[in-house]
């Protein structure tokens, strides 16, 4: 079966504009979660899916970083007014429900010009 | 506080060398990740471990809860073995929080 997928792979925007980053989980898997991974840093939590339950977004930095997972599969992280600070690989992973056995995504690569 | 170290940053062996990386946590967990990322590729799983050892071909982790510290082995390093490993933990819940990382370089 297909794994987790990102897309775009790579986006290039200038700052100021807002940009929507896309995830498919794997099918069945119940929690997603999006990840950060700024040049230089390590990996810091986003956010978090869990089926129907309100998301953990305790990892946002700003109020101008949301995301929504629509029918409890894909989901869209959505950044507005984007800062070059914002420049990261952004990295979605998907697990069954009550599993910490996380499956990541390839990443997308976000360049705020 | 809820932290993760990882040692040594940065580590160079010649191929044939036996490989230690660490990795030690701040409080209890539920469970803790080695995880591998190749330059320019995506993030892949080693292990999950919550107690005693595992082994996957020539990578090993071990885990000790009450000294929480965890080590990942390789033995018979190969040049392709080089990539970032990442250490990653789960503080009671689903999220992850992450080790910075140990750059690893096998030379031939």
């Known amino acids: 079966g297909a794994g987790v997928s990102q897309s775009p792979s790579n986006k290039v925007t200038e700052k100021g504009k807002d940009v929507e980053l896309r995830c498919d989980p794997i099918?069945?898997?119940?929690?997603l979660y999006w990840y950060r991974q700024s040049l230089g840093q390590g990996l810091e939590f986003l956010i978090y899916f869990q089926g129907n339950s309100a998301p953990d977004k305790s990892g946002l930095p700003s109020d101008r970083f949301s995301a929504e997972r629509t029918g409890g599969s894909v989901s869209t992280l959505t950044i507005q007014r984007t800062q070059q600070e914002d420049s990261a690989v952004y990295l979605c992973?998907?697990?069954?429900?009550?599993?910490?056995?996380?499956?990541f995504g390839p990443g997308t690569r976000l360049t705020v010009t | 506080k809820n932290e993760v170290e990882q040692s040594p940053q940065n580590l160079t062996a010649q191929e044939g060398e036996f490989i230690t990386i660490n990795c030690s946590y701040s409080?209890?967990?539920?469970?803790l990740h080695w995880l591998q990322q190749h330059p320019g590729g995506g993030i892949v799983s080693l292990f999950m471990l919550s107690s005693g050892k595992k082994k996957h071909g020539r990578l090993i982790a071990t885990i000790n809860i009450q000294e929480k510290h965890s080590s990942l082995h390789i033995t018979a390093s190969h040049p392709r073995d080089s990539a970032v490993y990442i250490c990653a933990v789960h503080f009671g819940n689903e999220k992850l929080t992450f080790g910075t990382g140990t750059r690893l370089t096998i030379i031939p």
């Open positions: 409080v209890g967990i539920s469970a």
């Open positions: 992973a998907s697990s069954l429900v009550k599993s910490y056995e996380q499956y």
């Open positions: 099918s069945g898997h119940t929690a």
